[in-house]
């Protein structure tokens, strides 16, 4: 049996994009969040559990907590709906497991492990996905579970601004300017990796509209031979610019450390996009990549030999 390999590490974000007022009044709340997750993915990992597990752990924390947008708390589409879409990888194995348009189910990380699991599938959406939710007994949750204070007063903002404002407010726009995502990528102690991300899109987005957070290779990527990323931002800039699979290639064909690759897809490669972007990125060694492009990316980090970290602005 080979020596296990003990170095172990968590990376979690909270969502990349612009400053709001709502975010400074509730820093120590994005703070606390961020950390519970941390340490609910670190003590999977403590105790020898797997990456996996670690990663679907920290998300739930995020997908359960009402200030974060996915699960409970997510943004509303121009109906007034939550749809919710999320991803997980296995770096191991490279199998991944993937929900989108999701209503009613609490923690949406959960399912798309349970179709990485134990289905023939990779991908389910819409009422598919739950009616699969339904038969494994997953938990579900009325509508109004979802739905916060928060993100009703930013749809009913939304829905007045465009019937009192003489300039038309484009659907483009208002997705650029509201966006929130969470994630987490994970080394296990036999140096195993994980990716995984939730979200509920962007608010006022059309209904049906998915984003990257469920797209393997834009928004959820994992690889044991090259690094973990979760990516978080403008959903159709890091579908366009295939984030998380162009950091990774850099890692495998450029031999770039994972905060250069990071740095290189976000700043250089993708330097003319005028959207928000950002990454968190792991590899087997242990090393911690992060970069945005955005005023915020809330994120912390719980790895061996590190100190715990958390920050949200730059
Ligand atoms: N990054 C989340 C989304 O655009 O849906």
Redesign the pocket.
Known sequence: MPAKQKRIAIVVHGGAGEDSEFLRKHKKEYEKGIEKAMNAGYNVLAKNGSAVDAVEQAVIELENSPIFNAGRGSALNALGQVEM?AAIMDGKTMNSGAVALLQNVKNPISLAKAIMLNTKYRFLGAHGALDYAKRIHTSLEPDSYFITEYQYDEYAKKVKEEFLDTKEIALDEINQRY???VGAVALDEDGNLAASTS?G??PNAKEGRI???CVIGA?CYANNDRCAIS??????F?IKSVLAHSISACIAYKKMSVQEACDYVIFKENKKIDGDIGAICLDKAGNIGIAFNSERMIRGYKATGKRPFIKIYK
């Open positions: 879409d966006h929130g995502t979200t899109g962007t984003g990257d957070s928004g990516g978080t931002g403008d959903g159709e890091l």
